[in-house]
């Protein structure tokens, strides 16, 4: 018998956190690591908020908080989904969680059972395929590509469905690509759901705020879509407030409550203090943290302009986020100072080993010919990451 559940051994190791992991260890070898690995903004996290937090130690907040989180919260979370995304919920469709990825662990909970089909469009956030497989699902990779702008269409939406299709996962704007649904694209792809009322998107908002085009749209806008529809956010990526973990879900009632109740015998209620802070940080404008999407916009031209210099490397634009994916297949099968490139992970590793840059393969996210490099990072490691980078590979 096994020590360790068949559930465990199955699981695919995050490969962002790997490749932060082997980072962390090779600086404390020494070496000058610079990591374009992990999805985190390297600013601080706004002193408006901080404040909040403090003012609610010295209040005394200490206690367990609601399973589900603090009503003041969530009537925080009520204001901001209508102010920015038009959408109308009630205290009782709110559920906080742990971060944004509890939320999506909550929803594969409670909705999933043996075999139900998850539609993911590739590529997609590292987590979606592992937390589905742990719940007994069955994810359906859609393959994009660079040339739609790694978007999944209509028409690879309606080939994907079968009786089995339970649920549709996606964000937007897009980790790893960096790609955003116009709203005319949602309207597309809702226009081949609405002819499967048993299929429930969840659509992951995180990085809605950190948008370079022409602005956000969320599917459940659409009238006929609202009803299955969960709406997945937090604060970690648009507000530098990672390490909060604060995320929440807007959802039909029936699937709040049921979230609320998995929680309930799961983690319960999130930490207090970032609670209260988090009510402060949404009730402000996002105007408030604008000078971080600003700076994340010149980051992007910086790191395309530099990696459009390098022979074999080929990207798009991306509209939002803090990611490149720029796919790198020119170099499968050819040997590079002696190591040979045989896939993505192969060359996410050589530049972690030779150029001291760490990204992470795009395999991890169902794109084996792409790489996702993050620039939440300051434009002179930028500058010297991509230098290497060239240099590595010329």
Same mark, same amino acid.
């Given at each position: 018998?096994?020590?360790?559940?068949?559930?465990?051994?199955?699981? =695919? /190791?995050? !490969?962002?956190? &790997?490749? %932060?992991?082997? #980072?962390?260890?090779?600086?404390?070898? @020494?070496?000058?690591? $610079?990591?374009?690995?992990?999805?985190?903004?390297?600013?601080?996290?706004?002193?408006?908020?901080?404040?909040?937090?403090?003012?609610?130690?010295?209040?005394?907040?200490?206690?367990?908080?609601?399973?589900?989180?603090?009503?003041?919260?969530?009537?925080?979370?009520?204001?901001?989904?209508?102010?920015?995304?038009?959408?109308?919920?009630?205290?009782?469709?709110?559920?906080? =969680? /742990?971060? !944004?990825?509890? &939320?999506? %662990?909550?929803? #594969?909970?409670?909705?999933?059972?043996? @075999?139900?089909?998850? $539609?993911?469009?590739?590529?997609?956030?590292?987590?979606?395929?592992?937390?589905?497989?742990?719940?007994?699902?069955?994810?359906?990779?859609?393959?994009?590509?660079?040339?739609?702008?790694?978007?999944?269409?209509?028409?690879?939406?309606?080939?994907?469905?079968?009786?089995?299709?339970?649920?549709?996962?996606?964000?937007?704007?897009?980790?790893?690509?960096?790609?955003?649904? =116009?709203?005319?694209?949602?309207? &597309?792809? %809702?226009?081949?759901?609405?002819?499967?009322?048993?299929?429930?998107?969840?659509?992951?908002?995180?990085?809605?705020?950190?948008?370079?085009?022409?602005?956000?749209?969320?599917?459940?806008?659409?009238?006929?879509?609202?009803?299955?529809?969960?709406?997945?956010?937090?604060?970690?990526?648009?507000?530098?407030?990672?390490?909060?973990?604060?995320?929440?879900?807007?959802?039909?009632?029936?699937?709040?409550?049921?979230?609320?109740?998995?929680?309930?015998?799961?983690?319960?209620?999130?930490?207090?203090?970032?609670?209260?802070?988090?009510?402060?940080?949404?009730?402000?404008?996002?105007?408030?943290?604008?000078?971080?999407?600003?700076?994340?916009?010149?980051?992007?031209?910086?790191?395309?302009?530099?990696?459009?210099?390098?022979?074999?490397?080929?990207?798009?634009?991306?509209?939002?986020?803090?990611?490149?994916?720029?796919?790198?297949?020119?170099?499968?099968?050819?040997?590079?100072?002696?190591?040979?490139?045989?896939?993505?992970?192969?060359?996410?590793?050589?530049?972690?080993?030779?150029?001291?840059?760490?990204?992470?393969?795009?395999?991890?996210?169902?794109?084996?010919?792409?790489?996702?490099?993050?620039?939440?990072?300051?434009?002179?490691?930028?500058?010297?990451?991509?230098?290497?980078?060239?240099?590595?590979?010329?």
């Amino acid at each position: 018998m096994s020590l360790l559940s068949d559930r465990i051994l199955n699981m =695919s /190791t995050s !490969a962002t956190l &790997a490749m %932060a992991a082997k #980072a962390r260890e090779l600086r404390g070898e @020494g070496k000058d690591i $610079i990591g374009l690995s992990l999805g985190e903004p390297d600013f601080n996290t706004p002193d408006f908020i901080k404040e909040a937090a403090i003012q609610a130690i010295n209040d005394n907040y200490n206690s367990y908080s609601p399973v589900d989180g603090y009503a003041e919260l969530k009537e925080a979370i009520i204001t901001k989904f209508k102010r920015d995304n038009n959408l109308t919920y009630t205290l009782p469709q709110i559920v906080v =969680s /742990t971060g !944004a990825k509890q &939320a999506l %662990a909550n929803i #594969a909970g409670i909705m999933l059972n043996k @075999g139900d089909e998850v $539609i993911l469009p590739c590529p997609y956030w590292v987590s979606y395929s592992d937390i589905v497989k742990l719940n007994d699902g069955v994810p359906v990779e859609v393959k994009t590509s660079i040339d739609t702008d790694f978007k999944m269409t209509p028409e690879q939406l309606e080939a994907a469905i079968t009786p089995k299709t339970k649920m549709m996962w996606f964000s937007s704007p897009c980790n790893p690509s960096g790609s955003v649904y =116009s709203k005319a694209e949602l309207r &597309a792809l %809702a226009d081949v759901l609405v002819k499967y009322p048993n299929i429930y998107v969840v659509s992951d908002e995180i990085y809605e705020h950190i948008n370079y085009g022409e602005g956000h749209a969320s599917i459940a806008e659409f009238d006929d879509m609202y009803n299955n529809t969960i709406t997945v956010n937090g604060v970690s990526k648009a507000f530098a407030m990672t390490g909060w973990r604060i995320g929440y879900i807007g959802a039909p009632e029936k699937i709040a409550r049921a979230c609320n109740k998995l929680q309930g015998q799961m983690t319960s209620g999130a930490n207090c203090i970032a609670q209260r802070a988090v009510i402060t940080a949404l009730n402000e404008s996002p105007s408030r943290v604008q000078f971080m999407i600003d700076e994340f916009k010149v980051r992007r031209d910086l790191i395309l302009g530099l990696l459009n210099d390098i022979e074999g490397f080929n990207s798009n634009t991306p509209e939002g986020a803090f990611y490149v994916f720029p796919d790198v297949s020119y170099f499968f099968g050819k040997t590079l100072r002696g190591t040979t490139i045989n896939n993505a992970t192969d060359f996410s590793l050589y530049l972690l080993e030779e150029a001291l840059v760490a990204t992470v393969t795009g395999e991890a996210f169902g794109n084996p010919n792409c790489i996702r490099i993050s620039y939440a990072a300051s434009q002179d490691q930028i500058i010297e990451a991509i230098k290497r980078i060239k240099e590595a590979v010329s």
